[in-house]
C-alpha cells in the first residue's frame, strides 16, 4: 500500500508594504473588514507580518503577496511570494 502525501495549502495575506529598512525583511501592513460587536458598523483592522524578501525588491507602498512558512527568526514567519503592484515613485 502506498503512502499518500497530504499538501496542505499555506496561508497566503495580500498587503502593503510599510516598511523596507531591514535586509531581506520588509514589514507588511493587512487590512480586514471586521463587524463592530455591539454596533454593527464594519471597521478596517490592521496586522503587521514581518516577512522575508531574499532579493530586497519589495520598497514602500508596494502592493504584495506573503506567504506562511517556518519560522525565519524570532519574528518573521512570512515569506513574499510576489510583487501585485509597484508604488509610484
Sequence with gaps: MEQQESVKARNTKV??????AMQKSVVVAVDRLVAHPFY??????????????????CHVGDQVRIEECRPLSKRKRWLVKEIIRKAKR
Design 40 to 57: 454593527k458598523k464594519t471597521i478596517r483592522r490592521t496586522s503587521k507580518f514581518m516577512a522575508h524578501d531574499e532579493n530586497n525588491e
Design 15 to 20: 498587503g502593503r508594504v510599510v516598511s523596507s
